[in-house]
RNA sequence: GGACCUGUAGCCUAGCCUGGAUAAGGCGACAGCCUUCUAAGCUGUAGAUCCGGGGUUCGAAUCCCCGCAGGUCCGCCA
């Protein structure tokens, strides 16, 4: 499509000193591409419309065009689009739409779950988006570092340990001790203020932990283990890999080192026993960095990964993938950054994103008002399960698994990557069960119904196709919408943006679910059969790449 | 009190960066389409003071200002 947009802009650019602007027009009746005439002359626009156009000759990519109002609209030439996409995606196959090798190496840190709290569905939006922005990213040619940090210290690692020795000591279940330890947080959580008495315990822990007490190192390398263990299981369950794992713990004398150097440097001053840096005059308000009984805080540690990440990955940016309720952590771990003399402070990114909530309110792990990972998952899978088994109870035991994965999966991530990542999700149990319209299982039904086309038809997919058999306005949408998949992955990687790709999923598998309605294909004729099922596979490559890029699994049959 | 984000049909969203033609999808409602490539689909109908008020502009959902409403954050949690 990209060829038609250059084209256009070279006829226009000839009669005219503006500068010409290429648009999609917004209904059919307007042609496939529009130039607006409004600053392209001086006079009346739609006069200039009128007399740019009738400079302009049909070529071999413009069918026609004609003046409407204070436009130009261009009419493609069909055979000419269908002849260019289509031949390029049967070269370039899964590589089409893939961007040329980047020089400068993005480290992507996302997930960073706490261990000793439960994973919920807010962990879950982070992992979709980090792991979609991963591969969309490297699809763009960028060399990606996908990173995780592990909060596996911290006030919180504190209070479930302690409430685990002081009231749950040996009563452990057998699985998902993970989850369990969570459960233990919000316990502890609640007893603390029941009791604020129970803070010096607490803080005795916290220190004792920090200062590498041999007895809670073990009981502290015993209970993180148990939350790891619940954490590889997701991500194994997810697809989502990552390349480097920081852990907290690692972090805690780096960044205390960080500390000391900013208090010479000027930059941190001691407060009432804690080491702060003011920066009031940057409207960020106060930093602590080191708290009164000299033990770190989360951005102590960052301070310090911070400076890891680009002295020893070589990276050029850093991207956080972090929920927007920590904005000012990052304002002020940026600015910290730039003030200590760091320069790549300005290559370090927040990608924030809004919260998923409950209708009630933000979950809190410390209230234990959450619905975990766990408990989402298994509802959206038994109600795949089900789904699968009443359509297809002729189908092997294998076969029933494989789907009721696949779905459930595309059903989940879909719904954590589809909207802006600004906008809150309100989320809502009925909704996660439902797999018609704007859903994961719609784009994947449209893949389905692709290969089981390919499976029945006689004969393979032809390279050689006559390309001016497409006619109808259902082969054109869809040849239209394959060919600008090009451009909206390079704008998604631009703008961090993996809902751009899913609403481009569902306009793709809404032009296929058009085009299969209308337009038969094992049944048509010869010529017209080789091209539609070109048509088809060319759709199914696309969309297969397409949907890997946002991690979800495309379902050969469901 | 200050900062950031959000506000588009009954409900959920896209469009806003980069102003342009008749504001686009989905859910739900209503009316249709399976002896024909998977009906998790398709077609049609009804449904919108684009939160409000100013401003800029030939032109504003989009840019600027002032409000309102909701969410989030603001010194020893992460």
Redesign the pocket.
């Known amino acids: 499509m990209r060829v038609f947009i250059e084209e256009v802009k070279k006829l226009v650019s000839k009669h005219t000193s503006g500068d010409v602007i290429v ?1 999609i ?3 059919f ?3 496939d591409l ?1 130039v ?1 005439c ?2 392209l002359g001086k006079g009346n626009p739609a006069t200039t419309a009128h007399d740019i156009a009738t400079l302009i000759k049909p070529t071999k990519l413009i069918h026609h065009l004609e003046a ?4 130009i ?1 261009f009419y493609v030439n069909k055979e000419a689009l269908a002849r260019e996409v289509l031949s390029e995606i049967w070269k370039q196959n899964h590589n089409y739409g893939r961007s040329g090798k980047k020089a400068d190496q993005v480290m992507i840190e996302y997930s960073q779950p ?1 261990t000793h709290k439960g994973f919920h569905i807010g962990h879950l939006r982070n992992v979709c988006l980090g792991d979609a922005l991963v591969r969309i990213m490297r699809f763009n040619g960028h060399p990606v570092i996908a990173a995780n940090y592990i ?1 596996d210290t ?3 690692v504190s209070k479930c340990i302690w409430a685990y020795l002081t009231f749950f000591k040996g009563k452990e279940p057998f699985e998902n001790k993970g989850e369990w330890l969570g459960s233990i947080y919000t316990e502890a959580t609640k007893k603390l203020e029941e009791n604020p008495d129970h803070k010096v315990a607490v803080d005795s822990i916290h220190a004792r932990l920090e200062s590498n007490d041999p007895e809670l190192i073990e009981i502290w390398e015993l209970t993180k283990e148990w939350s790891m263990d619940d954490f590889l299981a997701i991500y194994k369950e997810l697809g989502v890999h990552f390349d480097s794992w920081f852990f907290d713990n690692e972090l805690i004398e780096p960044g205390k080192s960080v500390v000391n150097e900013l208090v010479q440097k000027n930059v941190a001053v001691v ?4 080491t ?1 840096v003011d920066l009031k005059k940057y ?1 960020l ?2 930093a ?1 960095i080191l ?3 000299g033990t770190s ?2 951005i102590t540690k960052d301070l310090a990964l911070a400076k890891q990440k680009f002295d020893q990955f070589k990276i050029k940016k850093s991207v956080y993938v972090v929920a ?6 990052f304002k002020q771990l940026f600015k910290i950054l730039e003030l200590y003399g760091f320069n790549q402070a300005k290559d370090c990114k927040h990608l924030s994103y ?2 998923v ?1 409950l209708k009630e ?2 979950m809190s792990s410390r209230e234990g008002n959450v619905v975990l990972y766990s408990e989402f998952a298994k509802q959206v899978r038994d109600y ?1 399960r089900t ?2 088994e009443q ?1 297809h109870p002729e189908w092997s035991d294998e076969e029933k698994a494989t ?1 009721t994965h696949q ?1 459930a999966l595309g059903a989940m991530k879909f719904s954590m990557l ?3 990542n ?5 989320f809502d149990p009925q909704k996660a069960t ?5 859903t994961g ?2 784009c994947q ?1 449209a893949y ?2 692709m ?3 390919l499976k ?1 038809s006689p004969e393979s997919v032809a390279e050689k196709i006559e390309y001016t058999l497409f006619q109808t306005e259902q082969e054109f949408e869809l040849l239209k919408t394959i060919g600008k998949f090009p451009v909206v992955i390079e704008s998604a990687s631009k ?1 961090y943006a993996p ?2 790709v899913c ?1 481009y999923v ?1 306009d793709l598998a ?1 032009a296929f ?2 085009f ?2 209308h ?5 048509a004729e010869d010529g017209l059969r080789h091209a539609r099922l070109h048509l088809l596979n060319a759709t199914r490559v696309v969309l297969k790449t397409a949907l890997e890029l946002l991690g979800i699994p495309p379902t050969d ?2």
Request: aromatic letters at 10%.
């Open positions: 648009e027009p917004p209904v009746e307007f042609g529009a607006p409004f600053r409407k109002g204070p436009y609209n706490n909060n911290g006030a919180h407060d009432a026993g804690a702060i409207n308000g106060v602590v708290k009164a009984d805080l989360y927007a309720e920590q904005s000012m952590h809004e919260l909530m309110g933000k795949s789904e699968v359509r789907a779905i589809y909207q802006d600004n906008k809150v999700i309100v439902e797999f018609d319209g704007e299982p719609y039904y389905a119904r290969c089981s086309v029945k703008s809902n751009t609403r569902l809404q679910n058009d299969y309605e337009c038969p294909i094992i049944k049959q469901m």
